[in-house]
């Protein structure tokens, strides 16, 4: 426990830039979990004390006394009164507080001291887990059940269905576009190795500005022809990668 | 072209992309696409600018100590890597060290300018005797932000003499040569030179020591003048002693033909340093390519000096190999026509395809076996017609 706490940087030693990107990538998901909050029919204090719980954990480094605290007390608890008294739904609402600040946990907890590389999967699988989640506000009623059976293919699947992604929010649209550009800048603060101002850089203000240019225009094109950009984004998708990995060998890189 | 980190982010948001894309999830695409663009695009404007530079700029220095060292015993090693130009360049450099058992990082990270040397201290060593290369040295130059690399050679591989106590290079004391035509750049009389090197007498009005003193001829004279012999300076010792490729196999009851093949080849080379001309060592370092390196007489005793791509131009070289290699091969043919190369090929009962791969080499060559091999390489460097 004292290397995991030792390891982890601390919130207040992190600059204010750090501060501000991590906070703007995580507007999405805080949106959504805010919205799947919303549609459910009744917050159960279990629930609620899920979410808590498993964001206290990075927030506070790894602490003993809060692990205790908020781990493992209310696990006990819900599993006794699951085993004694056969009431399940402490353990449900307990692990759906989970499962809803699953991305949130994730994203707080590595953003920091992970790579370039753990941190793009971290975000864009927090995305995806947030997408899921906030297929359900469009619902009313919404019981912590649906939530886990969403997840099971026998019970029809939802997570891995473009059925639960079609919902699209509009400040969920913005906010994510929001975060993409802190994703990208964070990113590049991973993996430059000297400190130099980025914005001095004609060849990166070049690549931003023609990148930009690129989603944006896919992003126009999608309220327009939803099938056209798809199939541009995914040539798009195809020739970067093809380029990448031809161009080199063709110019002896 | 991408850093691997780079390379990783834009293959976690390619998959991303695809799955976005079977989803049909808008902001999921957005989110995926816009780093994998970036990436892209920002790699290939980056990678033009790196693609200028050219491996000239730095000034690298690989120096092993001891070289050469005993088996088994600590080498250290120094890398050290400055900027010519006035830049300021993020670089990693690393020394490749396949060969040897290594402690220490072998290499450097960190953004490199002129003025400053990227230094790296690190061990090496080795539990079997031959020669072993340490090396290339490579640098990954990145852009600044660190999205994309080029991979540059900076210095050839460092061939590092690994002996054993018994095989440890020491200068002999005296010199036997027991043929009436020693090799080239071997002096019978390291004062007055070879037989074979007499050009002509001359008259000397200054006092000489006797043992140059043409006697005969200034008998003939009358004894007005006095002649002095003249000789004809070999070709400054440039005879290069290289070991090829597939000698690392253990020959029963003998040892391994590294081995077998170095002892006599070194106590060659020791003979004309001792002779006072510069022997070179030679060795195959794999993908068509060899490095050499002088062997030199220092106050610690005989070390390698900084090594080089190729021997010197017009030297001749004696070269023992196993012809295991096809490109060893192809590298060969072009060394023949850049030196007078001589080729020992060391027959472990593979004679026929000895005879079939030397037959692709242009070059003079002898199969010979192991208990053979002493006398082959003094056959091969008794070449008057090559003296220069």
């Known amino acids: 426990m004292e290397g995991a706490q030792g390891s982890r940087e601390d919130y207040l030693e992190m600059d204010r830039l750090s501060i501000l990107l991590l906070g703007t990538l995580t507007l999405p998901l805080l949106y959504s979990l805010l919205q799947v909050l919303q549609a459910f029919e009744s917050l159960h ?11 206290m954990i990075p927030v506070t480094r790894y602490l003993t006394e809060v692990i205790l605290a908020s781990i493992y007390v209310p696990a006990i608890i819900s599993f006794l009164l699951l085993s004694l008294a056969g009431r399940p739904e402490f353990l449900l609402n307990l692990a759906a507080g989970y499962l809803i600040a699953f991305p949130l946990f994730l994203l707080l907890d590595f953003y920091t001291d992970s790579s370039p590389q753990l941190l793009t999967l971290i975000y864009l699988g927090g995305m995806l887990l947030s997408l899921y989640l906030l297929g359900f506000s469009g619902e009313q009623g919404v019981h912590v059940e649906a939530l886990f059976r969403g997840l099971f293919p026998r019970e029809g699947s939802r997570l891995l269905s473009p059925e639960a992604f079609s919902y699209m929010d509009p400040l969920f649209a913005v ?79 | 072209m991408l850093t691997k980190n780079a390379a990783r982010v834009f293959q976690v948001s390619a998959i991303f992309l695809l799955l976005a894309l079977i989803l049909a999830s808008p902001a999921l695409i957005l989110s995926s696409l816009l780093p994998m663009v970036f990436t892209a695009l920002y790699a290939l404007l980056a990678w033009r600018r790196l693609r200028r530079i050219e491996p000239d700029i730095f000034a690298t220095s ?62 090496v060593r080795s539990s079997e005797i031959g020669v072993r290369l340490l090396g290339p040295v490579f640098i990954a130059l990145k852009d ?69 003193i043409d006697w005969r001829r200034t008998a003939r004279s009358g004894g007005e003048e006095l002649y002095v012999r003249e000789y004809d300076r070999l070709r ?82 004696v070269y023992v190999t196993r012809l295991i290699d096809p490109l060893e091969a192809e590298a060969l043919s072009r060394l023949s026509k850049l030196t007078s190369l001589r080729l020992l090929l060391l027959d472990l009962g593979d004679g026929e395809r000895l005879r079939r791969a030397a037959g692709r080499v242009e070059a003079w060559y002898s199969i010979v076996g192991v208990d053979e091999l002493p006398q082959a390489l003094w056959r091969a460097l008794r070449v008057h017609g090559r003296i220069t």
């Open chain 2, 62 to 123: 690989l120096i092993a100590s001891p070289n050469p060292a005993l088996v088994n015993s600590d080498i250290r090693v120094k890398l050290v890597v400055a900027l010519r130009r006035d830049l300021e360049l993020p670089i990693e450099a690393q020394v490749e060290t396949w060969e040897l058992e290594t402690s220490g990082k072998p290499g450097w990270r960190g953004v490199l300018r002129k003025g400053v040397e990227a230094v790296a201290d690190f061990k």
């Open chain 1, 175 to 253: 906010l994510t576009a929001f975060s993409t550009i802190a994703l990208l800048w964070s990113l590049l603060r991973k993996l430059r190795p000297m400190e130099s101002p980025l914005l001095g850089e004609e060849v990166f203000l070049t690549a931003l500005l023609l990148s930009a240019l690129v989603t944006f225009g896919i992003a126009v094109l999608s309220r327009v022809s939803g099938e056209f950009a798809w199939l541009l984004t995914f040539l798009v998708g195809g020739a970067l990668a093809l380029f990448l990995a031809v161009y080199p060998r063709l110019v002896g890189g």
């Open chain 1, 45 to 55: 204090f279990f629930l609620l004390l899920g979410i808590f719980s498993l964001l």
């Open chain 2, 236 to 317: 400054r010792g440039e005879v290069v002693f290289g070991v090829g490729g597939g000698l690392r196999v253990e020959v029963p009851g003998m040892g391994v033909a590294e081995q077998l093949a170095l002892q006599p080849l070194l106590q060659i080379a020791l003979a004309h340093l001792k002779a006072g001309s510069s022997p070179w060592l030679l060795a195959y370092a794999g993908r068509g390519e060899f490095t050499a390196s002088p062997l030199l007489q220092s106050p610690e005793g005989v070390v390698l000096g900084q090594p080089q791509g190729m021997p010197p131009r017009g030297s001749l070289v």
């Open chain 2, 144 to 212: 600044r932000l660190g999205v994309a690399v080029r991979e540059l050679e900076v210095h050839p591989p460092l061939p590092i003499l690994i002996l054993s106590e018994a095989l440890r290079l020491r200068a002999p004391a005296a010199l036997q040569v027991s043929s009436r035509s020693p090799a080239p750049g071997l002096a019978e009389n390291p004062f007055i030179g070879m037989p074979e090197e007499y050009r002509l007498s001359l008259p000397q009005t200054q006092e000489q020591p006797a043992r140059l």
